[in-house]
């Protein structure tokens, strides 16, 4: 037998080592300013402390995703498939819930799950995952999403979308998962096999079934928004109040439930548009009651996490890195009177982040993108009377012809992203 890497593991090659020295080293920076401290965890922990974590139902044990050996004393100890349960054990461990609240804990490493090998599915992966524990307000929520799409931002990566929806409290679980139990008991041999294990055991996870005629059967279903109780509701319309104010582009999924049963209330996925079938680059979800479930004291929390690798396929897809443009990294069109000023006064603050130039009277978007190119430069940014209204910036990447908006928060991430390119 010729010897080579297990299926669905593969080596990082010196040619990839920047990228990925680049990537862990941004991802550092920006958690870092948000206060997120770095934890790491070992891939291994005793099997409890998975099983408590994840449920009895959860798709990790019901598909046996989870890798697991022996050792020597007859254990059976899994390789992590995600970092929450480690890091909460830690947390637990050593005493966290004293600490200034919230705690926010970062990781970076990587996990192992036994999957069906595809584009996008490993089974040796790695992920960046972040914990912020001891706090139920919705503005936690809000950061934490607007964090995962910073430091996303930060990479590089545009075109990210946001999809956000809520599982709701626990009675608005069962009572969903009951609705789903009288509607589809009925079809139960129309179901595909996993989505017939989830009647019995989770019934809202069929929602996520990939199976067409399981799609076909809970099309006219009602979603758990829609059985929200007051409490998840507010909390939900708080949630989307802050993403508004802070221009983090979020759209309602109605059908977002997340892999694991301890999920409630807010659940995100971020999507990409640019890496096909598997486009979501990650996500997360509030899971109060977890840590006590665990055996510790009654902790909220709210966590995410993204795949290292399908970000890099993302970053890769861009192409950005390979840009031979010589000119300024962005270059500002006024495209009125009002933005001239704005637009000059603009680009002595960038400067401070990376290189800028602008053009000197108003112009139409094709004449300002014509003269962009010219100088050289990697994007316009384009401003006019609905930016203006909107509080945005319409951005174009020159090589790919990529057009987008952005906040002016975001505007800056671009440039420090930029700036730290090669
Ligand atoms: P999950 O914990 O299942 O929500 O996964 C979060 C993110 O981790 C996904 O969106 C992927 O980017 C990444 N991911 C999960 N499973 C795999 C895998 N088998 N191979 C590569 N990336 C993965």
């Known amino acids: ?76 100890l ?4 995600e970092f929450t349960a480690g890091v909460l054990r830690a947390y637990m461990e050593h005493g966290m819930h004293t600490w200034r609240s919230p705690v926010k804990l970062g990781s970076m ?49 545009e075109g990210m979308t946001v999809k956000l929806g809520s599982v709701g409290d626990p009675e608005d679980r069962a009572r969903y998962n009951e609705y789903l139990r009288q509607e589809l008991t009925p079809h139960e041999s129309e179901l595909s096999e ?54 983090v582009p979020y759209e309602l ?48 929390g709210i966590g995410w996490a993204f795949g290292i690798e399908r970000v890099l396929d993302a970053i890769q897809q861009r192409g950005s890195r390979q840009s031979k443009r010589q000119g300024p990294r962005l270059f500002l069109v006024p495209l009125d009177d009002e933005a001239v000023a704005e637009l000059a006064g603009l680009a002595q603050k ?15 978007p094709g004449k300002g993108l014509k003269e962009a190119d010219r100088a050289g430069a990697r994007y316009a940014v384009m401003r006019g009377k609905s930016e203006r209204e909107q509080e945005r910036y319409t951005v174009k990447e020159l090589d790919s012809g990529d057009q987008f908006e952005v906040s002016p928060t975001q505007l800056e991430a671009l440039a420090q992203g930029l700036d730290e390119e090669q």
């Open 1 to 76: 037998m010729r010897l080579q890497a297990v299926k669905g593991t593969y080596d990082i090659l010196p040619e990839d080592q920047a990228r990925w020295r680049d990537l862990r080293s941004r991802v550092a920076t920006t958690l870092e300013r948000a206060g997120v401290r770095e934890i790491t965890t070992p891939i291994f922990e005793y099997s409890e402390v998975f099983l408590k974590s994840v449920g009895e139902s959860a798709d990790l044990v019901v598909q046996k995703e989870m890798y697991t050996f022996e050792d020597r004393g007859g254990r059976n």
């Open 78 to 81: 899994p390789l992590r498939p």
């Open 109 to 157: 490493g990587p996990a192992f799950r036994a999957e069906n090998v595809q584009r996008g599915r490993y089974r040796q992966f790695h992920q960046v995952n972040c914990e912020l524990l001891g706090q139920a307000s919705p503005l936690v929520d809000a950061e934490a999403i607007a964090l995962m799409y910073t430091v996303l931002t930060g990479l590089g990566l």
């Open 194 to 247: 996993t989505s017939r294990t989830r009647l019995a055991l989770n019934p809202m996870r069929i929602l996520d079934a990939k199976d067409e005629g399981d799609q076909a059967l809970i099309h006219e279903l009602k979603r758990p928004l829609d059985l929200l109780g007051d409490e998840a509701r507010q909390h939900f319309e708080e949630v989307q109040r802050y993403l508004t104010q802070w221009q």
């Open 253 to 300: 999924d109605p059908s977002i439930v997340r892999g694991l049963d301890y999920y409630r209330r807010t659940a995100f996925e971020v999507h990409h548009q640019g890496i096909g079938a598997q486009s979501a680059l990650g996500g997360g979800g509030r899971y109060d009651g977890l840590v006590e479930s665990m055996g510790g004291p009654a902790t909220p």
């Open 350 to 364: 960038l400067r401070t982040i990376t290189s800028v130039e602008f053009a000197y009277a108003r112009r139409n």
